[in-house]
Structure formats: C-alpha cells, structure tokens
C-alpha cells in the first residue's frame, strides 16, 4: 500500500511540470493582455475576460480554417493507415527476396533531415502546377511518405509480428489471398496499432504549421494553424485572443484522445514486443 501511494505520489510530481504549459494557456485564455505578465504570477483571472473566445473565433474565419484543416486531416489519416498498414504487412507477414534489405533501407531514410528534401519536393510541386492545393499536404499520406511515414511502418511491423502466423497458414489452405488475410484477419486484430498511427497522423496532420504555410497562398485554403499564427506580427501580438484560440483549437485533439485512449496505450504497451 505505501509503495503505490509513493508510486502515485511520484507520478503526480511528474505531471505536474507537464501540466502546467497547458494551465497556463486556459488561464491566459480568461486574461486580458496586461494580466498574463505580472510578477508574481496571477493564476485566476479577475475579471474572467469571456470576450476573448467570441472576439478571438470572429476575428479570422476560424469556421473555414477548421472545415479545410479536417479535410486535410481526414484525408492524410486514411491514406497513412492504409498505405503504412500494407507496406508493414508485406514486411512482416509475407516472405519475398530482399525483404530485409528493402526495410533497412527504407528504416535508413529516417536519418534524412527534412530540410534536405524541401526545395526539391517544392520545386516538384510546383513544376506539377499544384501549388496552392491540398496535394502537396494530402497526397505523400497515400503513399506512406507523409511525416512520420517510415516510423509508422515499423511501428505497425513490430504488432503484425506478434499476430500468429498460424493464423495466415490456415487461411492460406483454406484458398484466401494475401489481401484477404491482410484484410480480414491482420487488420482486425491490430486496432491498438492502427489507433497509435491514427492519433500520431491527426495530431501531426492538425499541427502542422510548416506545410500550409508553405503550399497555400490563398487564405480561404489556410488551416487552423496559419489563422492562429495571424494574430502575431512584428509590432504587436494579441495575446488574449491568441491564448482563447489556441485553446479552441486543441479541444478536438484532446477529445481524440480521451476517447481512443484505451486502444492508444495498449498499442504503444504491445508494439515491439516481438522482433
């Protein structure tokens, strides 16, 4: 019993510096500028500026950045799961000349910095006349080479490999194909893996700054991230209505994962356990 209140004791300890980055944007949220900055700290705001939420969200159109922030993320989930889901079932569960070799190679490319490849996927773009679209921010996802791309593939490996292989073998005498086991036997049974790449892809997807600001010049295509980054110039920063979206803006990723969290931490528990 003392044992896990010490346990306890120390994980709240830890949680608490983790913690509070996130207290200190809500109450800034509720702040006015000249509150947020004084020595010592006030951590409730009086008065509870409310104002900043509706001035905040009124003050960009925050409804358009979120509708074209949700396609793009949609549409990079569902390519991301897909595509990294087959390249992982090739490399575990089937076996073909080179396999190895093909992954070690691809595992290699992680330590390619991403500035190395920017001007040249830029450039690509741009020759294809896409600039200014969704597909520069959508279309690397279906091709399991969006961020994180290659580390997906060997997350979803390392779970295909703890599924039985005698589970493949008998449904390979019983005449199913290897997309039929892929499909109906691999995939249903590595949905902590698939949820940990779902929630890894939506939050990378959702926080992207770097991408829209570099493919998008219309700001009726801007994300949320590019909105939120409008209410700082060189002169002057709206502190308050910064501190009130950034907070709106996150909801939907805690939301995410309050609601597959189960699924989350039993794939981050399991993955790996087998090489």
């Known amino acids: 019993m003392r044992g896990r209140f010490l346990l306890y004791l120390a994980l709240v300890a830890g949680a608490i510096p983790t913690l509070l980055p996130f207290v200190w944007l809500v109450r800034s949220a509720f702040m006015q500028d000249a509150q947020m900055f004084i020595a010592p700290p006030q951590w409730i705001p009086d008065p509870f500026q409310w104002s900043n939420f509706t001035e905040a969200l009124t003050a960009q159109p925050f409804g ?112 199913a194909s290897p997309f039929r086991v892929f499909w109906m036997i691999v995939m249903p049974l590595s949905k902590p893996a698939i949820v940990v790449v779902t929630v890894f892809t939506f939050i990378g997807t959702w926080n992207d700054f770097l991408g829209p600001l570099l493919y998008l010049t219309d700001e009726e295509k801007y994300t949320l991230s590019i909105g939120l980054a409008s209410f700082q110039s060189i002169y002057i920063t709206q502190w308050g209505y910064l501190m009130a979206a950034s907070a709106a803006v996150i909801v939907p990723i805690i939301a995410l994962f309050f609601f597959l969290q189960r699924y989350f931490i039993e794939g981050v528990t399991l993955t790996g356990i087998k090489n």
């Open 64 to 175: 358009r950045y979120f509708v074209n922030t949700v396609v793009i993320a949609v549409i990079s989930v569902i390519g991301t799961v897909l595509t990294c889901s087959i390249a992982a079932f090739s490399f575990s569960r089937l076996r073909w000349r080179g396999r190895n070799v093909v992954f070690a190679l691809l595992l290699s490319s992680v330590m390619l910095p991403y500035a190395v490849t920017l001007i040249p996927t830029f450039v690509m773009w741009q020759e294809l006349g896409l600039l200014n679209t969704i597909a520069p921010l959508t279309v690397p996802s279906w091709f399991a080479g969006a961020g994180g791309g290659v580390f997906n593939v060997f997350l979803l490996r390392q779970f295909f490999l703890t599924i039985p292989f005698e589970l493949d073998e008998a449904a390979y005498i019983e005449g």
